[in-house]
Every structure is written in C-alpha cells, then in structure tokens.
C-alpha cells in the first residue's frame, strides 16, 4: 500500500488512507464492474436478438413466439445461481477478504463468456448447443452474485465517511458503462457485419473480446490492498465462522427489505439491459419496427445518463442523505415507468432516446447509493455475506424474467400496457422497503462498532 498522506482523511478502521490509494481502489472496482456487466449485457443482448433464431430455433418453428421468451428466459436462469455465488463469496469474503473473491469472480466471468464466443450453434451440434449455452449462462450467474458485493464494499470499506457515497458509486457506474460498452461493440457489429453476416459470425466478437477486458480487470485488481475493515477484523481475529448462518439467524428481515430495495431498479434496468426493449423497438414484425442501429444508438445515449445519473445519486446522498436520494429517485422512476412505452411505441427514435433517459436518470439516483446504504445497514463481521444475498435475492424478485414477463405480457395482450402496470406495482414496492429503512450514513463500520451496526436499522426501532 502507498505511504499514508498525513493529510488524508480517515479510513473506517480509523487509519489514514492516501489520495493514491483511494484512485487506485477507485479504479479497480470500476474497471473491474464494468468488465463483469460488459460480459453480462452482450448475453442479454444476443439473447433478445440473435439467440432465439440460432440456439432456439426448433421451438420457434414447433410454437409461434416461444423462442423468445425461452431465449430471455436463460437470461433468467442466471439470476436464479446468483445466490449460489452471493452465498460462496459471502462466506469466503467474510472469512478470508475481499480481494481474493474479486479476482475469482472476474476470471469466472471472463472464461464463461469468452467459451460463448466459440459456442457451436443448434445447426452446427443440436440440441448440446443451447445446453451448453445455458451452462455457460450459469457459471455467469455465480460470478454476477459474487461480484457485487465485494466490489462494493472494497469501495466503501476504503472511503472516509463522509465521501462512502461518492465512492461506493464507483462500482455502480461500472453498470451503465458496461452497457455502454456493450451497446457500442454490438452497434459497430451491426455496422461492420450487416445482415446475415451478423448472425454469422458478428455477434461472436463481443464476447471474444472479452479475453481482451479480463486480463486488463485482473491486473488492475491485483494491485489493490485488502479492505482496511477486513484487515482489522482478521487482525483482531474475530472473522465469523459461519456468517451466512449468522446472518439470517439475526438479520433475515434485514436481508429481505434490502432485496425489495433494490427489485424495482433491476425490474426496470433490465428493459433495456435484458434486451426487451431492443428486441420490441427493432422486430420488423412488431408494432414499432425500428431500425436495429438505431435502437442500439438510443440504448447507447441513455447509458452515459445512467452513468451520469448513478455518479450524481452517489454524490448527493453524501450530502442530503441515502433515503432522501433513494426517495427521489423511485417518484421519478414511478413517473418515467409510466411515460417510456408510449414514447417507444411512437415510432420515433428521438422519443425513444427520450423514454431511455427518463428512465435510466431515476435509476441512477436509485441506484447510485445503494452501495454505501447497504454497508452501512450490515454489521462488519456478516457485511459481505449481508450485501450480497441480499443483491442476489432483490435481481431475483425484480429482474431475474423481467425481459421474459414483459414478452410473454405481449404476448398474451398484444400491449405493452401490462408491462408498464408491472414495473409501476415494483416501483412502488421498492419505495415501501426504502421507507421502513433507516438512514445510517456515517456510521462507523470497522469491528469494533459491531454492537452499534447491529442495532437501529429499521424505522420502528428507537434512536
């Protein structure tokens, strides 16, 4: 670690943490988020777009418009082992540190979504294809649960308190500018391999490249020093033995309000990050029908004001409040939820930028402080684990079949009416786990507050 700046503010443990190291956690959890979502969002993507005529083909011609949903449905099968890997590195976070699991998880990522890039078709190996297709999409699913939580907390554990916000922020804006990324390859692929082409071979590239992006976020992350918390609790020797079991004996209400917390921003997110909304706006037998290009352009612009939005809503929480950000965010989201499938089905490509921005700035701001509100809401000897599962259960409950739900919605109805219903009624679930929560920012989080953590985190209990 880098000689300590003896005008630097204090870590939680109480330590001084340096300019230098602040940058280099900074950049490590960024670069290291932004590669695991890159690698998750190209799937959603092929799995809206590419994947139904290739993988899926057989259930396609047997049954009119099941493609689809069984094609975002392997998107969901995902979120289904996201605990699987909450859970493993949960344990192992809380046991042996933080950087360790990060590392695991990034190599995890980057090998399953390369191994899709070489994946045989239905038409190249049968039925094997989508079976292996799936298997991948699992092992990604174990690294996505894993990931979070100790990309977040090696953020939050290493900021000063009064800028946990700001930092923890850092790993949430590796989302948007992986779907940037991600958006942006995919449109260049439709550039450089137009039509058939495309299905060819063009979709294969970006998830090669991703090869490229993990051994960039495996140097990167190589060089950060472990959490300043952790190395106090393993210093004081007091790692918990079983924290996941601890966990859910004390704080089980905990973990579900967190989880309903972040439902609705997922439920919403995944529209766009699941591939719904792109497969809608661009199927030439649909209602809007889109060029795909364009679509993906749109995608790409509401990407940089989610990240914009995500850094603000970190930012602003450190000065008014995590509640009071989250607030604000879910009455904004409430109202664009509302305004985007008009604005999608109008055929425009401008208002369909429009209805992306709207969204994703209330996503932002629900987003951006959820880092440091959900480590400031769980003891330090269950952080990991709490953090974790409790991210793992909430995509579960909001975006794990979102994309599917609002096909199949479609489907049945033949409007996008339905969906909107859906994501409003997860809005406002989302709001009400929010209100029952305190606001605890500021609170410290090394060991020896265990006593304090583990008390005052809901509004029913006295100050």
């Known amino acids: 670690m880098s000689a300590p700046d003896a005008s630097g503010p204090l870590t939680p443990t109480g330590t001084i943490s340096s300019s230098t190291d602040r940058r280099r956690v900074a950049f490590a959890t960024v670069v290291g988020t932004t590669v695991e979502w890159y690698d998750f969002f190209i799937y959603a993507f092929a799995a809206g777009v590419v994947f139904e005529t290739l993988f899926f083909a057989p ?58 890039g070489v994946l045989p078709t239905y038409a190249m190996a049968g039925v094997i294809a989508p079976i292996i297709l799936i298997l991948l999409r699992i092992l990604q699913g174990i690294s996505a649960g894993g990931e979070w939580g100790g990309a977040v907390l090696m953020a939050v554990e290493h ?123 661009s199927n030439p037998e649909g209602p809007v029908g889109l060029p795909l290009g364009e679509v993906l352009g749109a995608v790409t612009l509401s990407s940089v004001t989610w990240l914009i939005a995500t850094f ?21 989201l409430g109202v664009a939820v509302l305004l985007v499938f008009p604005l999608v089905n109008s055929g425009s490509v401008a208002l369909l930028a429009l209805g992306l921005i709207l969204l994703t700035i209330g996503l932002g701001f629900s987003y951006g402080p959820q880092s440091a509100w959900y480590s400031e809401l769980f003891p330090a000897s269950v952080r990991f684990s709490g953090v974790s599962i409790s991210y793992a259960i909430g995509a579960i ?40 929560l305190r606001d605890r920012r500021g609170l410290p989080l090394g060991p020896e507050h265990e006593d304090e953590q583990a008390h005052g985190m809901y509004v029913w209990h006295k100050r």
């Open 159 to 281: 900021a000063p308190k009064h800028r946990r916000g700001l930092m923890g922020a850092m790993p949430q804006i590796g989302v948007p500018i992986g779907l940037l990324l991600a958006s942006g390859m995919n449109q260049l692929m439709t550039l450089f391999f137009p039509g058939d082409s495309f299905f060819d071979w063009g979709w294969r590239i970006p998830f090669l490249f991703s090869f490229v992006l993990i051994l960039v976020g495996h140097y990167v992350r190589r060089r950060v020093e472990e959490s300043p918390v952790f190395q106090e609790i393993a210093e004081r020797k007091e790692q918990a033995r079983a924290p996941i079991s601890l966990l859910f004996r004390r704080f089980a209400p905990l973990v579900i309000l967190c989880a309903f917390v972040f439902a609705a921003n997922n439920a919403v997110g995944y529209m766009t990050t699941g591939g719904f909304i792109q497969r809608y706006a």
């Open 397 to 436: 409950i909001g975006g794990a079949f979102a994309p599917t739900i609002a096909q199949a919605i479609v489907a049945g109805t033949g409007s996008t009416d339905g969906v909107t219903l859906y994501l409003f009624l997860m809005v406002a679930a989302s709001l009400t786990a929010t209100l029952l």
């Open 312 to 332: 603000i809503g970190g930012w602003l929480s450190d000065k008014i409040g995590r509640k009071v950000t989250y607030t604000m965010g879910w009455i904004w």
């Open 59 to 116: 259930w396609k011609e047997l049954f009119p418009g099941s493609a689809a949903i069984i094609s975002f449905a392997t998107v969901g099968i995902s979120f289904l082992f996201r605990p699987l890997g909450a859970f493993l590195a949960g344990h192992y976070g809380d046991k042996f540190g933080r950087r360790p699991v990060l590392i695991a998880t990034l190599v995890l990522m980057g090998a399953a979504t390369t191994l899709i």
